[in-house]
């Protein structure tokens, strides 16, 4: 009995430990300007808990909320984007009140009907994009009737959107708001006592204090302590509580930004010296991205100091020019005063303008510490008391059976628990996370048969799920595997690096002795040829469908070739590195064996042959020599199967003696193409002809690869209808030359023989660029 009851308390400890360490509701937010110049796919979410996507406005006529049409496309895709780093990640649309939207919002604010409007289209703009849940921006404390109507809004606004989760079934958004700065002696204020019962909670605005084109003496603009009547974030928070706003409501606001001044007298720098007003930019504001990258191009030697008193970081260059922001020293101690005031989390404004997310990273540091010390704690305990355990169950066992077994799976979970923290560790500059071979080992279930999706030529792949629910797809190259360290190197780097709708992506990896495995995102519709090739999948595949797939293809490859940095060619394209998300969206997978291929190289030449027959064009097998058109003959082969549903595999022909592509060939030329596609498929609807993709994909793959196209060339011919096509000539791999078909063809005048125009016109003079 008695180990019956430790084996409970050893349960209680392993998989509740967050009654030991509670860093879990930490809130981790930031705000996405969309006009900033980063993407959203840009963002590491993975060190953020909450996005916000700034801004959306408010119509003054109507009082609905709009995006501003540049900008709308960036919305609608920020929380699918956002959500590939870091699946748990909540969305938050901000809607912007503040400045010359502020006369609108107040006249809003005052008429019942048009609240509603505003309330109802804020609801249903945030579900139409995916987001969840509103925040509201740049409201300035009020007095009056403004203040008691601000306070209506509100409530309003929540029983609105509790109503909504309740009739659409999902999760009630959240609601949030930002607040400013209030004075003891302000008259204005903000409801607080229906803020602290309808919102989230507070972004408390902690920054522009003191700005260069209002102040004409210099200020610490976002000082986290200050002496008397300077304004700093730590009177601003204690002003709000006296206010009656609760400190486990509020967040504080970090800001990624500083102010450069122009000093009147040279020298005189520091805080509350004269200034001419901004200095640098036109208002003084500079991101920090750029004050790092100031101090390096013009700082010449400057360096830049810590004020830990007033909690800020500051130079001086020239003598003229002063300018304060947050560095790493700043942020963290801001964390620190966060977590040590019982405040609900930070606010970062705003993400765009990090470094190579160092503030980010540094913020998540000091939660990370606290956790460290937790955990380091949690074991100590639980050391100790699995050695009592330990010896009492040894003792016990002869006494109770299977208590050993019960024991040994509790330190196998324990162990499960003290390795999960790896899975955060982001050390290296590839953005990639190290996963645990144990995490791994979980997920995937102790990589069962259950959890295996596939198997390619470099090991198998298997489905897991972390912890936090997220679903993962691990690639465990086989230890014979002929992809080396060296192919597994250059399949991380080159894969961090790619970052396109049409690529998986690469999550992170894990080396184990001789274990090598991949984390990429799971896609749950697996590879393309588990649809292609099976007669009562395939019929799931619509035209509608495939020309998706094929587009996505054709764009994933673009990237590769032309809009990356650098060329690179994937060397394995096939239907089974297709895979396809749950919209049936198609993403290249497995760049074990891209290679990148210089701008200016023409073609290069290899030692080793790889790839996977069938795809691989005959300059390669012949003499290894690989360009970008190595790729477009896969595609050209890729393409022949969407459409037909065959494999490369297999003879065709009424004598089962034609590979693929000379099947299709033949079928082509005899104006029999329709015998080649899939009979399922019907293009009549499409503005994409099945037979105009069999020509291009024919042109994909002749012989001689200077004759195939490109893929700019490839995109534009199934684009455009208008667009000229060439003949393609035989394809690779033929065993009949061109007086074979035109032989077998018989009658060369007739029409429907396409091969006879031969004033061979190069397709790049026929396609425009
Ligand atoms: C605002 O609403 C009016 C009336 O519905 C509409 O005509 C106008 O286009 C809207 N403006 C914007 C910027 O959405
Ligand atoms: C829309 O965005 C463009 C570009 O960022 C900007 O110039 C314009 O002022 C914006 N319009 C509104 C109504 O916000
Ligand atoms: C609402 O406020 C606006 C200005 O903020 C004012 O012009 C209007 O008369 C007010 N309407 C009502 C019904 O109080
Ligand atoms: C600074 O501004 C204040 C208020 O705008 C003004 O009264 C004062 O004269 C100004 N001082 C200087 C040195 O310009
Ligand atoms: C740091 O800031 C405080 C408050 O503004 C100021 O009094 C102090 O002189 C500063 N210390 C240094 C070393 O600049």
């Given at each position: ?11 209680i ?20 300007y969309?006009?900033?110049e ?30 501003n ?6 919305f ?8 590939l780093?870091?699946?748990s ?21 005052n ?17 139409k994009y995916?987001?969840?849940?509103i925040d ?5 404390p ?5 203040l008691a ?12 959107i ?23 002696s302000d008259?204005?204020?903000?409801p ?14 902690a ?20 002496s ?9 928070i ?7 706003f609760?400190?486990n ?19 005189e720098?520091?805080?509350g ?23 390096r ?7 830049s ?13 020239a ?6 922001f ?22 970062v ?10 503030l ?21 305990v ?10 009492l ?7 109770y ?7 040994t ?12 923290g ?7 500059d590839?953005?990639l ?20 999706l ?7 792949v298997y ?49 184990k ?18 649809f292609?090739?099976d ?12 020309v998706n ?18 060329t ?22 497995d760049?074990g ?21 069938g ?11 690989y ?27 009424t ?37 105009r ?29 208008g ?5 393609p ?9 061109h ?31």
């Amino acid at each position: 009995m008695f180990p019956t009851h430790f084996a409970t308390f050893l349960v209680i400890l392993v998989f509740f430990p967050h009654s030991f360490a509670d860093t879990t509701s930490f809130v981790k937010a930031g705000y996405y300007y969309s006009a900033n110049e980063i993407s959203s796919s840009d963002i590491k979410s993975n060190l953020f808990t909450h996005l916000l996507c700034a801004f959306a406005f408010i119509n003054s006529t109507n009082y609905n909320i709009f995006i501003n049409s540049s900008e709308e496309h960036k919305f609608s895709i920020f929380t699918n984007t956002v959500k590939l780093q870091n699946p748990s990640i909540s969305t938050i649309l901000s809607i912007y009140s503040g400045g010359d939207s502020s006369s609108v919002f107040n006249s809003m604010l005052n008429q019942s009907s048009y609240r509603q409007s505003f309330i109802d289209s804020s609801i249903e703009t945030a579900r139409k994009y995916g987001f969840h849940g509103i925040d509201l921006c740049g409201v300035l404390p009020k007095k009056g009737k403004e203040l008691a109507n601000l306070a209506t809004l509100l409530r309003e606004w929540r029983i609105a959107i509790t109503s909504d989760a309740r009739n659409s079934k999902k999760t009630e958004l959240v609601l949030v708001m930002t607040g400013y700065y209030l004075k003891d002696s302000d008259f204005i204020s903000y409801p607080f006592e229906s803020m602290q019962k309808n919102l989230d909670w507070v972004h408390f605005a902690a920054y522009d204090y003191y700005v260069p084109k209002k102040d004409n003496v210099t200020g610490f603009h976002a000082a986290l302590y200050g002496s008397y009547g300077w304004e700093n974030t730590d009177s601003g928070i204690k002003e709000w509580r006296k206010r009656g706003f609760s400190s486990n409501k509020l967040v504080i606001g970090l800001p990624y930004h500083g102010y450069a001044w122009t000093l009147v007298q040279q020298g005189e720098d520091g805080v509350g010296k004269p200034a001419f007003g901004p200095s640098v930019t036109m208002d003084g504001d500079m991101a920090y991205k750029f004050i790092k990258s100031y101090i390096r191009s013009f700082g010449d030697g400057v360096v830049s100091s810590y004020n830990a008193t007033a909690v800020v970081n500051y130079f001086t260059v020239a003598s003229t020019t002063w300018v304060n922001f947050d560095d790493v020293e700043a942020v963290k101690e801001k964390v620190s005063y966060a977590k040590k005031n019982g405040l609900l989390g930070y606010n970062v404004f705003q993400v765009g303008n990090d470094d190579n997310w160092v503030l980010s990273r540094a913020a998540q540091e000091v939660l990370d510490e606290d956790h460290h010390h937790n955990r380091r704690l949690l074991i100590i305990v639980l050391l100790t008391t699995l050695t009592i355990a330990l010896l009492l169950g040894i003792v016990l066992c002869y006494y109770y059976q299977g208590t050993v077994t019960t024991i040994t799976r509790l330190i196998y979970k324990l162990r499960i628990y003290l390795s999960a923290g790896e899975e955060d560790l982001n050390g290296n500059d590839s953005d990639l996370i190290v996963f645990s071979y144990l995490t791994l080992k979980v997920a995937t279930n102790n990589f069962s048969k259950e959890n295996k999706l596939g198997e390619g030529g470099f090991g198998v792949v298997y489905k897991g799920k972390l912890r936090k629910g997220q679903e993962i797809a691990v690639k465990r190259l086989s230890k014979t595997s002929k992809q080396g360290l060296e192919e597994f190197k250059n399949e991380i780097a080159l894969t961090a690096r790619l970052q396109h709708v049409n690529l998986v992506r690469l999550l992170g990896y894990c080396t184990k002795k001789y274990e090598k495995l991949l984390i990429y995102e799971y896609l749950p519709n697996k590879s393309l040829d588990h649809f292609l090739f099976d007669p009562r999948k395939s019929i799931l595949l619509d035209w509608r469908k495939r020309v998706n797939i094929i587009e996505g293809v054709t764009q994933g490859l673009l990237y590769l070739q032309e809009y990356s940095n650098f060329t690179i060619i994937h060397r394995d394209l096939k239907a089974s590195n297709v895979l396809l998300d749950h919209e049936m969206n198609p993403k290249i997978s497995d760049f074990g064996m891209a290679r990148i291929f210089g701008k200016f190289d023409l073609e290069a030449n290899t030692s080793k042959i790889v790839g996977t027959y069938g795809y691989v064009p005959p300059e390669y097998v012949k003499k290894g020599i690989y360009s970008p058109k190595y790729d477009v003959y896969s595609f050209g082969v890729l393409l022949l199967q969407i459409i037909s549903g065959k494999r490369t595999s297999c003879y065709y022909g009424t004598h089962e003696n034609m590979n693929l592509l000379e099947y299709a060939y033949e079928l082509w030329i005899e104006d029999k193409g329709v015998e080649f596609f899939d009979p399922s498929l019907d293009d009549t609807k499409s503005h994409c002809k099945i037979m105009r993709c069999m020509q291009v994909a024919l042109l994909c793959v002749q012989e001689n690869s200077a004759d195939r196209p490109s893929m700019l060339e490839v995109d534009s011919m199934l684009k455009n209808e208008g667009a000229a096509v060439c003949t393609p000539n035989v394809p690779a791999f033929s065993t009949k030359k061109h007086e074979d078909y035109a032989y077998d063809k018989g009658d060369m005048s007739n029409s429907g023989f396409k091969f006879s125009s031969i004033n061979d016109v190069t397709i790049s003079q026929m396609v425009p660029r």
